[in-house]
């Protein structure tokens, strides 16, 4: 590791959301980049990123952003990678690392994949962290801190960028795994993005309802249902493409899940007790692996202040 | 209100769980109750609840806890009140004011209410307030405060009784609403009792899968999953009640349910992205509903501290 230099001289954010604002805020508390530039082509947003005082230089211009950054990271929505990734390409220094913060990673080894520049080094990588708040403002430092960050390379990538993007991360607060990009995309169907659309889909449920009102759905919901709004406040854009790009993991999951509920939903109307007092025997014991493997808290109710009387 | 007096002279707790231990330890920080009794029939958690020490008596002969007592809470899992409740019938004293807690209520006027003899005042209840953990030392005297308690008194209840026990739940920490039981039962079906089947069929869904393993499923859980862990940890023979008393209501809601969720499926099938786009705006509204009535809290993933690195 060097000394007193900086990981990277360079860091350029294509975009910058929560997650690129907060990667931004971690890289400098541990003084891993030089200079931090963010590519923003809204003015509106770009004041907000101002006022949150994350990057070094802000641009609406995506060439000046990127020039001599030896780390690029694509940090929009989804959507908008493969745009993004043409027209940054010819302005990529030889010898960067073109890497991408996306919940989904086998569309980005389709889309930007064939418009890395010979000489690059693109290691796709998802940071598995979030709030459920969005923008240039929501970041900060610590937004990594203890979680797990995947890196997906392609077979044939430079194994020393792969290795300098670990350190970066893990410099960052995270814990790094490489994995293939598919088997990724399987397993955040699983544990992010059919868990969301599950959430999003009921609130939607509870707010068509004639039988029962907003205002009570609203007063009533700490018996469960907040737990599920949270989830489905998160960015409507992103979410939309993510699961515009993790079809066939999201259908083969939901899927096996619908399937399941058939069960439980025949359990109910028939009245077997024990195979719904298994299934919630069952589920309980994952609750404590999880939080054995330091991945939640075993505060009640998450360790949330009881909400102030109204 | 009374000077000094307590507003009950002895509280008869039948079963003491999360909610009943809660009830006398909040009932305790306010002086509403002279004296606590807990029937508890298994040793080894009438140990449990000694060491709690919310109660001033703990019995396994029911006759004994409900004598004399002027309060008398039925908080065991639904299944049981009905032979409790005719057990305890002819021990009940004249005057007094029995209630339960239970997540339900038409089934607890159908099993309850025969019981019931005369001069007995019967309020059935339902303190919207819990945490995944259960048991007679998972209780503390703040669990009630600010959340909701409805009471579903069936028509010709006596109006001071219901006046009365209002008074304890306010005192209590609670906000009190009155509400018909059939309508009840419908709101928790929506608010609480699906988002609860779900969570538990998701988190079923995820530990049968073949393609991705139990491991990665817990080690990356910080992406949306863990939250449903939370809620599918809840005490599973509670639970088991609630659906098996609750089925026309859940039912009916699941219906909703699985019809919209069918839709996104199709969507998501077929590429709709407006239509993903469109409910997951929605749905962030109806967060920041809850949010503004004091439901929630505003912090980030709500306000948990991040997980210890491992």
Not at 115 to 144: K, M, Q, R
Not at 207 to 220: F, G, P, R
Request: negative net charge; glycine residues 8%.
């Amino acid at each position: 590791m060097s000394e007193g230099k900086p990981l990277f001289s360079k860091m350029a954010l294509i975009g910058a959301g929560l997650i690129g604002s907060s990667m931004a805020h971690a890289a400098r508390r541990a003084g891993l980049v030089g200079h931090v530039s963010a590519y923003i082509p809204r003015a509106e947003t770009r004041a907000k990123a101002e006022k949150a005082g994350f990057a070094d230089s802000l641009h609406d211009d995506l060439s000046e952003t990127v020039k001599d950054a030896d780390l690029v990271v694509l940090a929009t929505p989804l959507g908008a990678y493969a745009d993004l990734a043409r027209q940054a390409a010819p302005h990529l220094m030889k010898g960067a690392i073109l890497t991408d913060v996306g919940s989904v990673k086998m569309p980005v080894v389709r889309d930007v994949g064939p418009s890395v520049p010979e000489g690059v080094h693109f290691v796709p990588g998802h940071p598995i962290a979030g709030t459920e708040h969005s923008g240039p403002e929501a970041g900060f430092a610590t937004l990594f801190d203890g979680r797990w960050c995947i890196l997906t390379p392609v077979p044939g990538t430079d194994a020393e960028a792969v290795e300098k993007l670990k350190d970066f991360w893990e410099r960052c607060g995270s814990k790094v795994d490489t994995m293939d990009p598919s088997h990724h995309d399987l397993v955040l169907a699983i544990v992010s993005h059919v868990p969301h659309l599950i959430a999003y889909n009921i609130v939607g449920t509870a707010a068509d309802l004639e039988t029962v009102t907003q205002s009570e759905v609203i007063k009533y919901s700490a018996s469960g249902f907040r737990d599920f709004t949270r989830i489905a406040a998160s960015d409507p854009t992103m979410w939309r493409d993510i699961f515009l790009n993790n079809r066939e993991a999201v259908l083969e999951m939901l899927g096996r899940f619908t399937e399941d509920l058939a069960q439980l939903q025949r359990a109910i109307r028939w009245g077997d007790g024990d195979a719904l007092f298994n299934l919630f025997t069952r589920t309980r014991a994952i609750r404590r692996s999880i939080i054995e493997a330091g991945q939640d808290t075993a505060a009640p109710d998450f360790g949330r202040t009881p909400a102030k009387k109204a």
